[in-house]
């Protein structure tokens, strides 16, 4: 390969741009690579190295350009301001296509051979340069040389084969894929700033290292990763990475040997999903996004692992397992399975059982895993011992006269758990020995009769299960009594986790203990450790010790003594120490009975909305516990006491409260007839920690403004029919611009601008809460006027204006008629089960206008009656009876005939026999339409029962067909918490009967608390209680 000086290949000119036309310049925008949020890491080095060396330049300050292409004319401008050629001299081309900009640039580089034209004539300048095009510049004006290397890019010509050889040799570009150089596709900023970067640095005999063409492939599930690495130094070690399905810590790494410029890595059991191969070699990587389809999962086989365990191994990683669904059978029966556990490759399940396995044929069926259900199927043989095991060399005497000696046994099953204590099996097995008279029970076995031996003399001891055709022999040694002789303690335990805590401190918790005698046997007999071992702690007020002081617990299907204790529900520490009587040996555990979760500290919010006199404020609240946690539940802030004052006024007790995840302080302000009044909050937190905060409370809010009505009230009104329009179809808002729900305290009423053509025939919602329309004719304007709640206009008036107007038959394009959804199936005398039939006009612009009855006729009914314009259920066509064929359910339909075009409609819906029950239960205040939905109740006579919401009414319960249900409050349920003394004093609030429906709160003082769950028909809802 031929170099030309360094003086001569360095680029040090400033480029054009690739956005150069040839009327216009990029203004040129310098910065850093890392400034450019177009930049990756693929051309983070080449565009800092043209920046440092003022090579080119950013379009903007943020961007550089990287995707967008660079023209003919740009790129000789580039190349020859690059090469610092004299422009001055060049001698004139043949190009009559140059402008004034780019003419001396072509010139120059046509003179010295490094660039042609695109015909004799025409050099094209405006056209953008390939690839292929841009090899042939670089490699001729650095007088690049291929040597040896030939490329196998399918799609690179003769002409461009030799440039390209040239550039591969020199490390300067590579291929778009290992099969592909990208020979036509226009060049972009990005790739010219790596053709310029890696030209610049070359040196004599120095050549760029290079990681490309990283490529993915899943077969058979196993994942082949491959990549192209140019100019590696021997040995050389690629790191490749598995990125899956969007993760930023790889999923799989392995490093491999870069091998005759390429890299090659195998990778098992990825999952599903898209996934990014990332290959490594020293500082240099490259990346390719690929994919693995879910295989469809297959049974490899089932084994019996348990005796009610059953194994099922499947042909790969189940990435779905948790939907899968299995089944075990045995001939036409099927048994249940308690749980299923998967393994952390997800090859296998452990299927756990609620039978114990017996000899014949199971069958394990999977489903949920694919469109066909799995099946596999295993053959097992009835348990049986198939080992017995001598747990000790010793035989160790168990009196003092030395003639009875015992040495511990295990039998295990074919699946290795321990049967031991099972009876049956154990029943098979015989022991016989040497010596003395044996008696075998409960996994020990003793040995009568040896008053001729004394310690180290031998007994042969042999056991035989005759059933199973197993056998053991043990030669044992004689020694003297067993003792406890030292002892160690564990971790403590708890069976359900859980940390020891002054509010866990009445649950059972342990220290696991080991006891050994002098022969390094563990003594397993609870009674034993007891009588030879001596447990003491240093603080009984913090953690005693129960009686008895050692129990034998089951953890994990495997015996463990332990010690019990008796902690108290206080924080502190004491030591507890284990002492084998014999020895002394002693071992010490410092058990900490840790503070209990409490609320630490508050924030309080502000409000949404004005505040106003004589209203409820509710203030978002925020808390956090003595541990760091976020405040979950309503009922954590039971301990916290909270005050409020307004204007140095005591209020009552703020109340705590929840509302969709957020909790609130509830805080009730004075009446402010006018001004501004301060309202200061203070809580107190568990850990006394204090939060308090000033808020402003405006005058009280009354109706000033009335805006509008709702959109779902009608304007257009059938001819000869009437419109009521009702309070709360009004939109009314305070002075402060803030919605008033409470239709209590205003008042509106209606004058017709034609009362020929609209007639209001009830003027006011003072007298009926509700104003009448009766349409004659045409249409007219209703002025509407806000009044305070005695009828009297508010000052300063407050009006809108809407046009109603009269609709025929003649102003519809089409009728509708409106589905009832599901009906109780109930007599026609039963009116509240009865919906209305409601059949509609349409008009050209999308206006519904209810018909009147005359104008349609009901033609044909399906399973309904119809009765006083409303639509019932049939009885004797649903029933719950199961013994009747008749089902809980069933179609239902009518159709209507509209007079005026004989149009035919159908309505349908669903008849029910299923009888009414709570579906919704409320507490509401005003009525349960437009009453306000309450959150807190107050009390006034010391005492709080089902009384408070029944008088005066404001419990609503409503069934499953939307009817509101009466003379069910006798089974209603009252559930008390959280009850709060506020004053601390010794008259404290008393439940009785709690969760029945005659529970009650009583000994309330002003500012006590509660909240009381309501239940009803499984139904509940939850408000608070405060006493004023």
Same mark, same amino acid.
């Given at each position: 390969?031929?170099?030309?000086?360094?003086?001569?290949?360095?680029?040090?000119?400033?480029?054009?741009?690739?956005?150069?036309?040839?009327?216009?310049?990029?203004?040129?925008?310098?910065?850093?690579?890392?400034? !450019? &949020?177009?930049? =990756?890491? $693929?051309?983070?080095?080449? %565009?800092?190295? /043209? *920046?440092?060396?003022?090579? @080119?330049? #950013? +379009?903007?300050?943020?961007?550089?350009?990287?995707?967008?292409?660079?023209?003919?004319?740009?790129?000789?401008?580039?190349?020859?301001?690059?090469?610092?050629?004299?422009?001055?001299?060049?001698?004139?081309?043949?190009?009559?296509?140059?402008?004034?900009?780019?003419?001396?640039?072509?010139?120059?580089?046509?003179?010295?051979?490094?660039?042609?034209?695109?015909?004799?004539?025409?050099?094209?300048?405006?056209?953008?340069?390939?690839?292929?095009?841009?090899?042939?510049?670089?490699?001729?004006?650095?007088?690049?040389?291929?040597?040896?290397?030939?490329?196998? !890019? &399918?799609?690179? =010509?003769? $002409?461009?084969?030799?440039? %390209?050889?040239? /550039? *591969?040799?020199?490390?300067? @570009?590579? #291929? +778009?894929?290992?099969?592909?150089?990208?020979?036509?596709?226009?060049?972009?900023?990005?790739?010219?700033?790596?053709?310029?970067?890696?030209?610049?640095?070359?040196?004599?005999?120095?050549?760029?290292?290079?990681?490309?063409?990283?490529?993915?492939?899943?077969?058979?599930?196993?994942?082949?990763?491959?990549?192209?690495?140019?100019?590696?130094?021997?040995?050389?070690?690629?790191?490749?990475?598995?990125?899956?399905?969007?993760?930023?810590?790889?999923?799989?790494?392995?490093?491999?040997?870069?091998?005759?410029?390429?890299?090659?890595?195998?990778?098992?059991?990825?999952?599903?999903?898209?996934? $990014?191969?990332?290959?490594? %070699?020293?500082?240099?990587?490259?990346?390719?996004?690929?994919?693995?389809?879910?295989?469809?999962?297959?049974?490899?086989?089932?084994?019996?692992?348990?005796?009610?365990?059953?194994?099922?191994?499947?042909?790969?990683?189940?990435?779905?397992?948790?939907?899968?669904?299995?089944?075990?059978?045995?001939?036409?029966?099927?048994?249940?399975?308690?749980?299923?556990?998967?393994?952390?490759?997800?090859?296998?399940?452990?299927?756990?059982?609620?039978?114990?396995?017996?000899?014949?044929?199971?069958?394990?069926?999977?489903?949920?895993?694919?469109?066909?259900?799995?099946?596999?199927?295993?053959?097992?043989?009835?348990?049986?011992?198939?080992?017995?095991?001598?747990?000790?060399?010793?035989?160790?005497?168990?009196?003092?006269?030395?003639?009875?000696?015992?040495?511990?046994?295990?039998?295990?099953?074919?699946?290795?758990?321990?049967?031991?204590?099972?009876?049956?099996?154990?029943?098979?097995?015989?022991?016989?020995?040497?010596?003395?008279?044996?008696?075998?029970?409960?996994?020990?076995?003793?040995?009568?009769?040896?008053?001729?031996?004394?310690?180290?003399?031998?007994?042969?001891?042999?056991?035989?299960?005759?059933?199973?055709?197993?056998?053991?022999?043990?030669?044992?040694?004689?020694?003297?009594?067993?003792?406890?002789?030292?002892?160690?303690?564990?971790?403590?335990?708890?069976?359900?986790?859980?940390?020891?805590?002054?509010?866990?401190?009445?649950?059972?918790?342990?220290?696991?203990?080991?006891?050994?005698?002098?022969?390094?046997?563990?003594?397993?007999?609870?009674?034993?450790?007891?009588?030879?071992?001596?447990?003491?702690?240093?603080?009984?007020?913090?953690?005693?010790?129960?009686?008895?002081?050692?129990?034998?617990?089951?953890?994990?299907?495997?015996?463990?003594?332990?010690?019990?204790?008796?902690?108290?529900?206080?924080?502190?520490?004491?030591?507890?120490?284990?002492?084998?009587?014999?020895?002394?040996?002693?071992?010490?555990?410092?058990?900490?009975?840790?503070?209990?979760?409490?609320?630490?500290?508050?924030?309080?919010?502000?409000?949404?909305?004005?505040?106003?006199?004589?209203?409820?404020?509710?203030?978002?609240?925020?808390?956090?516990?003595?541990?760091?946690?976020?405040?979950?539940?309503?009922?954590?802030?039971?301990?916290?006491?909270?005050?409020?004052?307004?204007?140095?006024?005591?209020?009552?007790?703020?109340?705590?409260?929840?509302?969709?995840?957020?909790?609130?302080?509830?805080?009730?302000?004075?009446?402010?007839?006018?001004?501004?009044?301060?309202?200061?909050?203070?809580?107190?937190?568990?850990?006394?920690?204090?939060?308090?905060?000033?808020?402003?409370?405006?005058?009280?809010?009354?109706?000033?403004?009335?805006?509008?009505?709702?959109?779902?009230?009608?304007?257009?009104?059938?001819?000869?029919?009437?419109?009521?329009?009702?309070?709360?179809?009004?939109?009314?808002?305070?002075?402060?611009?803030?919605?008033?729900?409470?239709?209590?305290?205003?008042?509106?009423?209606?004058?017709?601008?034609?009362?020929?053509?609209?007639?209001?025939?009830?003027?006011?919602?003072?007298?009926?809460?509700?104003?009448?329309?009766?349409?004659?004719?045409?249409?007219?304007?209703?002025?509407?006027?806000?009044?305070?709640?005695?009828?009297?206009?508010?000052?300063?008036?407050?009006?809108?204006?809407?046009?109603?107007?009269?609709?025929?038959?003649?102003?519809?394009?089409?009728?509708?008629?409106?589905?009832?959804?599901?009906?109780?199936?109930?007599?026609?005398?039963?009116?509240?089960?009865?919906?209305?039939?409601?059949?509609?006009?349409?008009?050209?612009?999308?206006?519904?206008?209810?018909?009147?009855?005359?104008?349609?006729?009901?033609?044909?009914?399906?399973?309904?009656?119809?009765?006083?314009?409303?639509?019932?259920?049939?009885?004797?066509?649903?029933?719950?009876?199961?013994?009747?064929?008749?089902?809980?359910?069933?179609?239902?339909?009518?159709?209507?005939?509209?007079?005026?075009?004989?149009?035919?409609?159908?309505?349908?819906?669903?008849?029910?026999?299923?009888?009414?029950?709570?579906?919704?239960?409320?507490?509401?205040?005003?009525?349960?339409?437009?009453?306000?939905?309450?959150?807190?109740?107050?009390?006034?006579?010391?005492?709080?029962?089902?009384?408070?919401?029944?008088?005066?009414?404001?419990?609503?319960?409503?069934?499953?067909?939307?009817?509101?249900?009466?003379?069910?409050?006798?089974?209603?349920?009252?559930?008390?918490?959280?009850?709060?003394?506020?004053?601390?004093?010794?008259?404290?609030?008393?439940?009785?009967?709690?969760?029945?429906?005659?529970?009650?709160?009583?000994?309330?003082?002003?500012?006590?608390?509660?909240?009381?769950?309501?239940?009803?028909?499984?139904?509940?809802?939850?408000?608070?209680?405060?006493?004023?």
């Amino acid at each position: 390969m031929a170099y030309q000086p360094k003086s001569y290949r360095k680029f040090v000119a400033t480029a054009a741009t690739a956005t150069l036309v040839a009327s216009a310049v990029t203004p040129a925008f310098a910065a850093s690579a890392d400034k !450019f &949020t177009d930049v =990756n890491n $693929t051309y983070n080095e080449a %565009v800092s190295y /043209l *920046l440092d060396n003022n090579i @080119t330049n #950013g +379009i903007t300050d943020s961007k550089f350009g990287t995707d967008l292409k660079i023209t003919r004319g740009d790129a000789a401008v580039l190349i020859a301001k690059a090469l610092k050629l004299d422009l001055s001299d060049a001698p004139e081309s043949s190009f009559g296509d140059l402008n004034n900009r780019v003419k001396d640039a072509v010139n120059a580089l046509y003179a010295k051979g490094i660039i042609n034209g695109k015909s004799r004539t025409e050099f094209k300048p405006a056209d953008n340069i390939t690839r292929a095009e841009m090899a042939k510049v670089i490699a001729l004006a650095y007088k690049l040389e291929a040597g040896e290397t030939k490329n196998t !890019f &399918t799609d690179v =010509n003769n $002409t461009f084969d030799p440039y %390209v050889d040239a /550039l *591969l040799e020199a490390g300067v @570009t590579f #291929g +778009i894929t290992g099969e592909l150089f990208g020979a036509t596709q226009d060049i972009t900023r990005g790739q010219f700033a790596l053709f310029m970067f890696r030209a610049g640095k070359i040196e004599d005999g120095q050549k760029n290292l290079e990681v490309n063409g990283v490529a993915a492939t899943t077969e058979a599930g196993k994942t082949t990763v491959t990549a192209n690495v140019a100019n590696a130094p021997a040995g050389a070690e690629a790191t490749v990475e598995i990125f899956a399905n969007g993760a930023t810590a790889p999923a799989a790494t392995k490093t491999v040997l870069v091998n005759d410029g390429k890299v090659s890595a195998e990778f098992d059991g990825l999952p599903s999903g898209a996934h $990014t191969a990332k290959v490594t %070699v020293e500082d240099k990587s490259a990346s390719a996004n690929f994919s693995i389809e879910a295989a469809e999962a297959a049974i490899k086989e089932v084994t019996a692992t348990g005796v009610k365990q059953l194994q099922v191994a499947f042909e790969g990683a189940v990435e779905n397992g948790t939907d899968a669904v299995f089944e075990v059978k045995k001939g036409n029966s099927t048994i249940g399975v308690v749980s299923a556990s998967w393994n952390e490759a997800k090859t296998a399940a452990t299927l756990e059982i609620n039978a114990k396995l017996t000899e014949g044929t199971y069958t394990v069926n999977v489903k949920g895993l694919g469109e066909v259900a799995l099946t596999g199927s295993v053959e097992v043989k009835n348990e049986a011992v198939a080992e017995i095991k001598f747990l000790s060399e010793n035989l160790v005497f168990t009196n003092a006269s030395a003639d009875t000696a015992t040495v511990g046994y295990q039998l295990l099953n074919q699946y290795g758990e321990d049967v031991t204590a099972n009876v049956a099996l154990a029943s098979n097995v015989d022991f016989t020995t040497s010596r003395g008279t044996d008696s075998a029970s409960n996994g020990k076995l003793t040995i009568s009769g040896l008053g001729a031996l004394k310690a180290g003399d031998k007994v042969v001891v042999t056991a035989i299960d005759q059933q199973a055709a197993v056998t053991a022999n043990a030669t044992l040694t004689l020694v003297d009594e067993a003792k406890v002789a030292s002892v160690t303690l564990g971790d403590l335990y708890n069976k359900n986790g859980k940390e020891l805590s002054e509010d866990t401190a009445d649950e059972d918790f342990y220290i696991l203990f080991t006891a050994v005698d002098q022969y390094g046997e563990a003594v397993t007999d609870a009674a034993e450790a007891i009588d030879e071992t001596t447990v003491l702690t240093s603080n009984t007020g913090i953690v005693a010790v129960g009686a008895p002081e050692i129990e034998e617990l089951t953890i994990n299907n495997k015996k463990q003594l332990a010690i019990k204790l008796n902690p108290a529900a206080l924080k502190g520490s004491a030591v507890v120490s284990a002492i084998a009587n014999a020895t002394g040996a002693a071992v010490s555990k410092a058990v900490t009975v840790e503070e209990g979760v409490k609320v630490d500290t508050i924030t309080l919010g502000t409000p949404s909305g004005t505040l106003t006199g004589n209203s409820t404020v509710k203030i978002p609240v925020a808390a956090v516990t003595n541990k760091g946690l976020e405040v979950t539940k309503l009922a954590d802030f039971a301990g916290v006491t909270a005050s409020a004052s307004q204007n140095n006024v005591s209020t009552a007790a703020p109340v705590f409260t929840e509302e969709d995840g957020q909790f609130f302080l509830e805080v009730n302000t004075a009446s402010v007839a006018s001004g501004v009044q301060n309202l200061v909050v203070i809580v107190q937190s568990e850990t006394n920690q204090v939060a308090s905060k000033s808020y402003q409370v405006q005058a009280n809010a009354k109706a000033t403004a009335l805006v509008g009505l709702k959109t779902d009230v009608a304007s257009s009104i059938y001819d000869g029919e009437t419109l009521t329009i009702s309070e709360s179809d009004f939109i009314v808002e305070d002075q402060y611009g803030n919605r008033i729900e409470d239709t209590s305290t205003y008042g509106v009423t209606a004058v017709s601008a034609d009362a020929n053509k609209i007639n209001v025939t009830d003027a006011t919602t003072n007298d009926s809460d509700a104003i009448t329309l009766q349409a004659t004719a045409d249409s007219a304007i209703v002025t509407f006027t806000l009044t305070d709640n005695a009828g009297t206009a508010v000052s300063p008036a407050s009006t809108f204006d809407k046009r109603f107007t009269t609709v025929q038959n003649s102003d519809f394009t089409s009728y509708k008629v409106a589905n009832f959804g599901t009906l109780y199936a109930t007599a026609t005398s039963d009116t509240a089960y009865g919906k209305d039939v409601k059949v509609y006009g349409v008009t050209a612009a999308g206006t519904e206008v209810l018909l009147p009855a005359g104008q349609y006729q009901i033609v044909e009914e399906n399973n309904v009656i119809i009765s006083s314009g409303k639509v019932f259920g049939e009885t004797g066509v649903v029933d719950t009876d199961a013994n009747t064929a008749a089902p809980e359910t069933a179609n239902a339909s009518y159709q209507v005939v509209i007079n005026a075009t004989g149009q035919t409609l159908t309505a349908s819906g669903q008849i029910s026999a299923v009888a009414p029950k709570a579906a919704k239960v409320e507490v509401r205040q005003g009525g349960l339409v437009d009453g306000k939905l309450l959150s807190t109740v107050e009390s006034t006579n010391n005492t709080f029962n089902k009384a408070d919401f029944t008088s005066p009414d404001s419990l609503y319960i409503e069934d499953q067909y939307g009817v509101v249900l009466t003379g069910v409050d006798a089974n209603v349920r009252l559930t008390f918490s959280n009850v709060v003394n506020a004053d601390g004093d010794s008259t404290v609030p008393t439940i009785s009967s709690n969760g029945t429906s005659t529970a009650a709160v009583t000994n309330l003082e002003s500012g006590d608390t509660a909240v009381v769950t309501l239940t009803v028909g499984g139904v509940s809802t939850t408000v608070n209680v405060r006493e004023n």
